[in-house]
């Protein structure tokens, strides 16, 4: 079973930067894939990027391309969500997630039939105007 612990959410003004992190327990092929989501209070948890991890390769949702990036630090276990120019729409929980071939495809985006078996507890991002 792979652990995935999350952390650097916190409260920053519009325009504001934060940088997440999450650290898995061990390297699996059931981490082949990663990726951040994010659920706002009575929405769906939605897709914000996911990384190929043997690959190096990313994709991003439209809604917050160019302004958030994913990297990693495979001796780490860890993948970054880098978050610029954060706007009033991007607060809610994050989620780390992992899966072996969730990111193979172009369904990534999907938190629950796209293949993501793990998930960490989340890490809280606010944004204040």
């Known amino acids: 079973r792979v652990q995935l612990v999350e952390s650097g959410g916190g409260s920053v003004q519009a325009g504001g930067t934060l940088r997440l992190s999450c650290v898995a327990s061990?390297?699996?092929?059931?981490?082949?894939?990663m990726s951040w989501f994010r659920q706002a209070p009575g929405a769906e948890r939605e897709g914000v990027g996911s990384?190929?991890?043997?690959?190096?390769?990313?994709l991003y949702a439209d809604s917050i391309r160019g302004r958030f990036t994913i990297s990693q630090d495979n001796a780490k276990h860890t993948i970054y969500l880098q978050m610029n120019k954060l706007k009033p729409e991007d607060p809610g929980m994050y989620y780390c997630?992992?899966?072996?071939?969730?990111?193979?495809?172009?369904?990534?985006?999907?938190?629950?039939?796209?293949?993501?078996?793990?998930w960490g507890q989340g890490t809280q991002v606010t944004v204040s105007t």
């Open positions: 997630a992992a899966g072996q071939f969730a990111c193979v495809g172009e369904n990534w985006y999907q938190a629950a039939t796209a293949g993501w078996n793990y």
């Open positions: 990384s190929y991890i043997l690959r190096g390769t990313t």
């Open positions: 061990r390297h699996t092929n059931s981490r082949n894939c």
